[in-house]
């Protein structure tokens, strides 16, 4: 069963609006891919509003060697999108389907400067610049915009979270508690290069996991007292985007 999800529109000053930052209107209404199970590496990616297939992201995991760990992003039709292999120091070789592999570095440019968290990769169109953009407040958020634009999101990322219960009755066992699925909400701008803002998010997603993880795993061990020195570097705490 497709978890749940929230429907509401984003709202600026308490009015609803489109991905775009426009009024809300019956003309338009943005794309929302939801992932079951929440999770950048395996996952299927479903159009919310007609509970079709659109992709199937799967990971083959090599314990012993990472740079045999290859992710595949697979069409509705099976059909390989795109792949990358995991590399733990270098970057991530990615093959964008049949075109020869690059780094992912070079197909997706981190910024090199440590409090700017963005990432870029260029409109397969029209060739400008789209920006990835990672936000913490209320909770986590990566968003995309046309570099220069930051008013009218193309894709908003929302994480997977628990459902208020409903109020308890007596004499009746409680529901299960629902979960709002993870989505992304793409407008028509995002529409067109599907492909790419899927591919594009996934990636960041993985490695801002990867990243939270060592966080989390540091504060667990501040709080123990332990030695942090021979565990963690810098890089281990620095943002992701």
């Known amino acids: 069963m497709t978890p749940a999800y929230e429907d509401a529109p984003i ?21 929302t891919l939801l992932f079951t199970p929440d999770s950048p590496t395996a996952t299927t990616i479903t159009n919310a509003q007609h509970d079709a297939l659109l992709y199937q992201v799967v990971t083959e995991f090599q314990s012993k060697n990472s740079h045999n760990t290859v992710t595949r992003v697979l069409s509705a039709a ?23 592999p ?4 070079a197909w997706l440019r981190k910024s090199l400067n440590p ?10 169109i029209n060739g400008k610049e789209l920006q990835w953009r990672g936000h913490k407040v209320p909770k986590h958020y990566i968003i995309l915009y046309s ?21 308890p009755t007596p004499g009746i066992q409680p529901s299960p508690q629902n979960t709002a699925a993870a989505r992304l909400v793409v407008d028509a701008r995002g529409e067109g290069i599907l492909d790419f803002v899927v591919i594009s998010f996934l990636v960041l997603e993985r490695q801002r ?30 943002t992701i985007y």
């Open 78 to 100: 099976g059909d390989t999108i795109a792949s990358w292999v995991w590399r733990d120091i270098r970057s991530d070789v990615l093959t964008l389907g049949k075109t020869a």
């Open 102 to 105: 690059v780094s992912m570095s």
């Open 209 to 238: 996991r990867i990243k939270q993880n060592s966080r989390d795993n540091i504060g667990d061990a501040r709080v123990a007292g332990v030695s942090l020195g021979a565990r963690a570097g810098v890089n281990a705490i620095s």
């Open 147 to 167: 570099k220069g634009d930051i008013s009218r999101p193309i894709a908003t990322f929302f994480e997977s979270k628990l459902m208020p219960r409903s109020p």
């Open 115 to 124: 409090f700017n968290n963005t990432a870029m990769f260029s409109n397969p």
């Open 11 to 31: 709202t600026h000053k308490g009015t609803p609006l489109t991905c775009e930052g426009t009024p809300l209107t019956h003309n338009h209404t943005p794309l």
